[in-house]
């Protein structure tokens, strides 16, 4: 059974840069894209981009210019950072597998992540 | 890229039907049969309902099943249960390996 689990500071100051880990515990990170979803407070989800090994991270449009994600194999992790954050990027977070085609059938449990002096 | 179009509450009786559905353009859900439904209990992470429009993975009951017309996809409970009550959320590949969320439906089991 694959395990996700997202893990970084919960509390980020406006204008800097949020980073993110997703550990996957099982030795599979090879073979699905993953994507970075996040969820404000009280709203919808919005997708913000996926990554494969050996095809590098789509994003969406409306994120490009501020976020990379970044995939480790050996460490069997993945890795999000957005930088020039504000009130608006506050959110769950959430890793997920893209295991089946277009749709995201694993999730971690996802972490809160404030933007806030 | 806008975000998908659904109804923010839908509400049926125990045993009863209901319908969500989950308006986009010929862009994305009217162009690709990867429409997916989620449902999200309170303080939880999404769990996978359909995709590829009606396709169920294992372990989801057979009561939940979607179906798809032009740029509209739909979502159907059949035989409600208490714990249908949650928030559900279609999702559609938009091209240029892009995917797009709608806003979410509220379903109260009355």
């Known amino acids: 059974q694959v395990r996700l689990q997202e893990s970084g500071p919960g509390l980020v100051k406006p204008s800097e840069t949020l980073s993110l880990t997703c550990s996957v515990s099982?030795?599979?990170?090879?073979?699905?894209?993953w994507s970075w979803i996040r969820q404000p407070p009280g709203k919808g989800l919005e997708w913000i981009g996926n990554?494969?090994?050996?095809?590098?991270?789509f994003y969406t449009p409306s994120l490009k210019s501020r976020v990379t994600m970044s995939i480790d194999t050996s460490k069997n992790q993945l890795s999000l950072r957005l930088i020039s954050v504000t009130a608006a990027d506050t959110a769950v977070y959430f890793c997920a597998r893209d295991g089946v085609p277009n749709a995201f059938d694993i999730w971690g449990q996802g972490t809160m992540v404030t933007v806030s002096s | 890229q806008s975000a998908l179009t659904q109804p923010p509450s839908a509400s049926g009786s125990p045993g009863q039907s209901v319908t969500i559905s989950c308006t986009g353009t010929?862009?994305?859900?009217?162009?690709?049969?990867?429409v997916s439904w989620y449902q999200q209990h309170p303080d939880k992470a999404p769990k996978l309902l359909l995709y590829?429009?009606?396709k169920r993975p294992s372990g989801v009951p057979d009561r939940f099943s979607g179906s798809k017309s032009g740029n509209t996809a739909s979502l159907t409970v059949s035989g409600l249960q208490a714990e249908d009550e949650a928030d559900y959320y279609c999702s559609s590949y938009a091209g240029s390996n892009n995917k797009v969320f709608g806003g979410g439906t509220k379903l109260t089991v009355l």
């Open positions: 099982v030795d599979s990170i090879r073979d699905y894209f």
């Open positions: 590829e429009v009606s």
């Open positions: 010929s862009s994305d859900v009217g162009g690709y049969n990867y």
């Open positions: 990554i494969y090994y050996s095809a590098g991270a």
